[in-house]
């Protein structure tokens, strides 16, 4: 943790929060001196390098930088002879770093429901309203979620007993591709409410029955694309932990990927050079460097 009365690492930090005077001596924000500040030069001085630190945070608001407008909103809590005209501004960017990250993540919430991830919308909404307790807007937004995964949940389940029926009409009955088209809409529906309950295997499992009945549904065709969406993700990740020789990482991102996908090509070739090189204890070999070609469709 920084020692902020560490005079030597304090100089290195005066690009960002500035460095004070306090009664003849050097202060940093967040090293109170027990020394009282009694030169009025000083303290209007700190008080207009407030007023810059506070532009810069208002700039790094601007950019979605709220870890270091906290830092600087931080830094000047411990400074005890702000005006009062600069306390209420600074008691009004503690406001709106809450106010501002919120409206972000309440952003990020909405662009996850929009293509189904409701668990990971739910998390970024629950994030908003622990920034700023005092905007009903994230809760309302998660009560709403929480109504939408339930309804998920249970079509799910209508979903999986629906094609359950559907098939074993298909097994008995002669063949129908009026039932197959409509056995396949089952699947489809089935995977996007897996999927939307981040249960990927499964829904890669629907999806790949749905196209097996319908080859050409579009929508089913999209659904997958996005399903091995992910499973190129793991792969990515799992060769990048390689990379850095983090075997054990890379051996799980590889799993994750097959746990989707269990027939995957490039997984399973990356997953057996991780292992090979986990048994070893070298990584002398490793995965491509840059992530490759998405695996043909199955």
Request: glycine share 4%.
């Amino acid at each position: 943790m920084m020692d902020w009365c560490d005079l030597d690492k304090g100089k290195r930090l005066v690009s960002v929060f500035g460095m004070f005077l306090l009664g003849g001596s050097l202060f940093f924000p967040g090293c109170m001196m027990a020394q009282p500040e009694k030169n009025n030069a000083l303290v209007v001085q700190n008080n207009a390098r407030f007023l810059h630190a506070y532009k810069d945070a208002r700039v790094d608001l601007s950019q979605n930088q709220f870890s270091k407008a906290e830092a600087i909103d931080q830094a000047w809590k411990k400074y005890p002879y702000l005006t009062a005209t600069n306390q209420h501004l600074l008691l009004g960017l503690d406001h709106q770093i809450g106010r501002d990250e919120a409206i972000y993540r309440m952003g990020e919430a909405r662009q996850l429901e929009r293509v189904g991830h409701l668990n990971e919308a739910l998390s970024k909404v629950s994030q908003a309203a622990r920034l700023d307790p005092s905007w009903v807007i994230p809760k309302r937004a998660r009560r709403h979620l929480l109504i939408l995964i339930e309804v998920q949940n249970q079509m799910g389940r209508q979903w999986e007993s629906l094609s359950a029926r559907l098939l074993l009409l298909r097994k008995e009955g002669p063949a129908n591709p009026e039932l197959d088209r409509t056995l396949s809409w089952a699947y489809r529906h089935l995977a996007q409410t897996r999927l939307s309950s981040n249960h990927l295997p499964g829904a890669y499992r629907s999806v790949k029955r749905a196209l097996l009945l319908d080859p050409s549904d579009n929508d089913a065709i999209e659904l997958k694309k996005r399903i091995l969406e992910q499973v190129n993700t793991h792969i990515a990740h799992g060769e990048a932990y390689f990379r850095n020789n983090q075997i054990r990482k890379a051996v799980q991102s590889f799993r994750e990927a097959l746990l989707i996908r269990p027939s995957d090509p490039r997984a399973q070739k990356d997953l057996d050079m991780a292992l090979e090189a986990q048994a070893l204890g070298n990584n002398s070999r490793h995965p491509s460097s840059s992530p490759q070609s998405p695996a043909p469709r199955l």
